[in-house]
């Protein structure tokens, strides 16, 4: 009688719940006739197993296990080999294969292999998270038992430098501890302190844990063997305790209104994505082309760019159908969240607004017809930075900024975006320098910023307005200008920018500002603010940075 022919069933069965285990893989599991795999993966399964033999071995005897499995497959049994998750994904599929290009097999006349795919860590936490991976992203084992550290850290760095959402799969064991440590230093150079993380540990098994942290602190909460730790990119962010990064970093749709501003078929053409391949190829541009700059009025809280239409569509079809049911609510958005939350569904337009660069006179007729433009709804912040911040839930930013334009108010985005600072000129008095100002304002005012960034603008020596503690500092002194760079506002080392030239001609100034926007924002870490930047690279538009003289600090009277 001729041998039956063997078979070898990889399986993954997903995070461990046994509703996430896809229907293949029950099948397969009820087809074999042996069972191989780690210990605790056999008791994940127990449930589903009736006559199958069981071959247990310890989490390190891998290779032994593909091994005994080619063996048996080859005297003509069918053999399940199972891995958590995927098993293709730092599991058992490539090892098996490994093993069976060692004895030469083929498909044709070897023994049948078939993998079978299961949920890898990597979506089923992201599931419990919200929606962090979302975007491009990838998976780094930081174990370094079979892959050198080396090879490992230049993989956190480079995933880090490209802005990866990264999945880190085997962050930590009771030997290697080193390890996340090490990598939460590299990734802090390349992302801000404030990036989103979530610890998922046990996803869909008993002991499941969830846990919400920041780059910063992620060290400070448990992390072992079973967790996989996700680190948001430059533009996740935080909702209702929920970690999600948006489908797009360049605006496309606007969220909060059901007519787009981009009719179906004009949103794939090549001018609605400047951002595109196509565009720079149109344009001639091929590596180091300048940064897509927002287009004005929309917020950047209002970015998506999805690369088919059908998504985003479908979602926002679906929030309407749950709206409608009453199930969520489309409605207001606390401040709070509108500031720390990129493209809320239940949109908020947020907008700056002010009678003018220098001018800081509201009329009676601009602040009421600011209140009816608020709405029963609105609200308005008067900020620190001689500016109302109106806030208007489902407000519809093409007809209030029209509204606030015919009022002859000045509007700007919020956020991340550089922003002019001027003084009022002594009431206008001392206006010699108003109009470089207002150009200053016309150039760079609104455009995106890889964190807030503030140029502060005074008329005269006395900088009254502080413009000398902003992230650039211009004074107009004598008939030209003084430049002081990487002022630090706020926090207890707050220390006011360092002069770095004085007399500076109406003509040189805007260039010269120009130039340290562009280095900035074209080299600066996501988030990094001017200050640090212009520390650590230690010269923009050949100024040169110098350290501060450090502040003995005496024990304070009160206070911590
Ligand atoms: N093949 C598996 C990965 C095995 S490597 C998969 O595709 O998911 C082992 C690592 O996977 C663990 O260190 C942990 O980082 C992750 N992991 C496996 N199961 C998990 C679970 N239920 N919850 C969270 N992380 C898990």
Redesign the pocket.
Known sequence: MEKKRGKLLVI?FG??AFEHITDRARRAIEESEVIIGYNTYVDLIRGLLTTQEIVRTSMTEEVSRAQEAVRQAYMGRTVAVI?????????MAGLIYEVLIEKKWNAEGGVEVEVIP?????N??AALLGAPIMHDACTI?L?DHLTPWDTIAKRVEAAAAADFVIA????R?GRRTRQIAETQRILLEHRSADTPVGL??????DR?QVVLTTLADMLEHEI??????IIGNSTTVVYDGLMITPRGYQRKYTLDSEEQRLRPSERLKVEAEPWSLGAKEQAGESEGAEPVQPDFPAPSSYSYSPSSSSPLEAAMEALQILEAKGIVSGGHAGSESAHSVTGNPSALFEVGVTPGIANKKFTARQMASLAEIAGEQGEMEYTPHHQIILRIPGGDPERVVAELKAEKLLVFPVGDVAQIKACDFCNLEKDGSIPVAEELNRAIGGLKTPKEFKIGFNGCGMACYGAVLEDIGIVYRKGAYDLFLGGKTIGRGAHPGQPVAEGIEANQIIDTVERIFREYTDNAFPGERFHKFFKRVGTVAGFRHQEQAIVAVADAVCGD
């Open positions: 993954g995070p461990g891995s958590s998750g995927d098993a293709g994904v730092y599991g299961g949920i890898s860590s990597i089923s936490c084992s174990s880190l799969y085997n962050p064991s998922v540990k046990s996803a869909y098994r499941q072992g063997m079973l967790t996989t730790v």
